[in-house]
């Protein structure tokens, strides 16, 4: 047999156009792009690599990256968050538990939370944003910053106390609270679900520091550019579960994540404003600026750290 031949015997065995073993189930798209600077984690880090058998395996090498429309790194990232978050919230559910306590000689009963056998602490569910409702007084439907109380410092003297969070933090928890006491006057009034005022202020905080942690992801995963699945580490830290819900950190994160996607993409006047509005939520974000400086100082930029600072 020639060449020829065995070219055409070849071509006549092969399934062709229109066989049910080579169709695509779906058109196949005149583009043809892949983004071939993306670093697949697979293929550069053993334990993901490992961790993919269990999908499959690692993309091949011949995989079109970045073409599914639905399935973006960002929303993957944002569903692990929400997921690592819910374990969180899980993790705190322990104490928002209420119990039903006598309060009157007929029998009359009030809802509370349950602390018995110091349960905040046996449970591991301890969190301030509960604590908080009482003890920065927005309860009473306190201004923070211009509403003050005293207290016993504990030697014996009383002292002037005024909301000890920064202003972010402050005016976030006053919106909340008065979020938490719309919501128990329209259980009282119309019979909406309801709790207690500051289970409802847990519920509702912890909603809007969803929000906050999503946008640290969203910062982190397009800082990162090319190497955007390095973002799941925060999506999925055993932190998160255990701290997320214990304070308000996740509106500094946010403020701080933005600030560094700022610096990444050389706006540092931009990434001075986030740096400023972290600050106003907690003190730590103020140290970005200390590395900046640093950052700076080696490469000849302070004149940048200026717009910045």
């Known amino acids: 047999m020639t060449a020829k031949e065995w070219s055409l015997a070849s071509q006549a065995a092969d399934p062709g156009p229109g066989d049910p073993e080579t169709d695509s189930p779906a058109p196949l798209s ?3 792009r892949t983004d071939t600077r993306r670093v697949i984690p697979g293929h550069h880090d053993v334990v993901v690599a490992e961790a993919a058998r269990v999908i499959g395996g ?13 399935w973006t790194p960002i929303r993957v990232l944002f569903l692990l968050a929400l997921c690592t978050l819910a374990l969180g919230w899980f993790g705190k559910a322990g104490c928002l538990q209420q119990e039903a306590v006598v309060t009157g000689p007929d029998g009359a009963t009030t809802l509370e939370l349950d602390r018995s056998d110091q349960r905040q602490f ?5 969190s301030d944003v509960i604590a908080l409702y009482g003890a920065e007084r927005l309860d009473k439907g306190a201004f923070p910053y211009r509403t003050y109380w005293f207290e016993d410092d504990g030697n014996g003297e ?12 402050g005016m976030y928890m006053y ?12 259980m009282e009034h119309w019979g909406v679900p309801g709790a207690l005022e500051s289970v409802l202020f847990f519920d509702l905080a912890a909603l809007g520091l969803v929000l906050f942690w999503l946008v640290t992801i969203w910062a982190t995963a397009l800082t990162a550019r090319a190497r955007i699945w390095a973002a799941w580490v925060a999506a999925v830290s055993p932190l ?4 997320a819900f214990t304070n308000f950190d996740a509106i500094a994160t946010a403020m ?4 560094m996607l700022c610096w990444a993409r050389r706006r540092p006047w931009l990434a001075g404003v986030f740096i400023g509005l972290g600050a ?3 003190f730590y974000p103020v140290l970005l600026l200390v590395v900046l400086f640093l950052l700076c100082l080696r490469s000849g930029r302070l004149r940048t750290f200026a717009q910045t600072a």
Request: proline content about 4%; glycine content about 6%; some cysteine.
């Open 240 to 243: 998160v579960i255990v701290h």
């Open 175 to 186: 919106v909340v609270a008065k979020g938490a006491q719309a919501w128990s006057w329209a």
């Open 158 to 169: 009383t002292i002037k106390r005024y909301m000890e969070y920064p202003v972010i933090t």
């Open 30 to 32: 005149a583009d043809l």
């Open 58 to 70: 690692p993309s091949g090498a011949h995989a079109a990256i970045g073409r599914s429309r639905h």
């Open 280 to 282: 106003a939520a907690k």
């Open 256 to 259: 701080l994540a933005v600030a």
């Open 122 to 126: 046996t449970d591991l569910c301890y």
